[in-house]
């Protein structure tokens, strides 16, 4: 069980579907993260939010757009995907960005098919 | 940031200690080192972190040589639950700094 939890664990959308991933955490934590997976490969950062502000979007395309409405909620808003874009989205949190010594804790992650 | 080298895969009996070590030879003062792993069909799950000075949690032990320049994540008895990709990661101190992942080493725990 992790603190950090992902809804829905599996999605399978087509690629004219719109669709969005949610993240939720309640340990107060301040900074937030998504990541993307592909089989076989490490997570790679996507984007950061820090205090509710987007802080890092790592040269994500548009059809990846995300939301944070507030301090415990992160959305990841999906619409126009690839069939490329088939991977696992993990959620993070941690107590906030300004500090390495700040572990992240992740979600088990949502398994996206695009088909 | 600094890149870290880790073997592909480990094996560890039951049981015995593992020691997964990394290799991260151009650090700066002012980067953490840091390890998680990855269970099959799971998130990332953070082990244990260090600056300079050994650290120790319920899960694991992390030793940092003295120069550094090479760490060594040792879990005491392993079992077969600890099989996944364990990942060492060194990380910046300063505001903005990313968490990066690389390739990790597999460690299988066979009975």
């Known amino acids: 069980d992790t603190e950090v939890t992902q809804t829905p664990k599996h999605l399978v959308m087509g690629m004219t579907n719109k669709k969005s991933l949610k993240c939720e955490q309640h340990?107060?934590?301040?900074?937030m993260y998504w990541y993307k997976q592909k089989a076989k490969k490490p997570p790679e950062l996507m984007f950061v939010?820090?205090?509710?502000?987007?802080?890092i979007n790592e040269s994500v395309p548009s059809r990846f757009s995300p939301e944070c409405p507030n301090s415990s909620l992160l959305n990841l808003h999906l619409h126009a995907l690839q069939p490329e874009d088939s991977a696992l989205y993990l959620c993070?949190?941690?107590?906030?960005f300004g500090r390495g010594g700040s572990p992240l804790h992740f979600g088990n992650g949502t398994r996206l098919t695009v088909t | 940031d600094a890149k870290t080298t880790q073997p592909t895969s480990m094996d560890c009996a039951e049981g015995r200690a593992a020691n997964l070590p990394c290799n991260h030879s151009?650090?700066?003062?002012?980067?953490?080192v840091y390890w998680y792993r990855q269970i099959h069909s799971q998130g990332p799950q953070y082990i244990i972190h260090?600056?300079?000075n050994n650290e120790t949690n319920e899960m694991a032990s992390l030793i940092i040589t003295e120069d550094r320049k090479s760490s060594t994540l040792i879990l005491p008895h392993a079992t077969l639950r600890d099989t996944a990709v364990y990942y060492c990661?060194?990380?910046?101190?300063?505001?903005?700094?990313?968490?990066?992942f690389g390739a990790g080493t597999i460690l299988r725990v066979k009975s």
């Open positions: 993070a949190s941690s107590q906030d």
């Open positions: 340990m107060g934590h301040r900074a």
């Open positions: 939010y820090s205090y509710e502000k987007l802080s």
């Open positions: 151009t650090i700066s003062g002012n980067e953490y």
């Open positions: 260090g600056l300079k």
């Open positions: 990661i060194v990380r910046p101190m300063e505001y903005g700094n990313k968490l990066v």
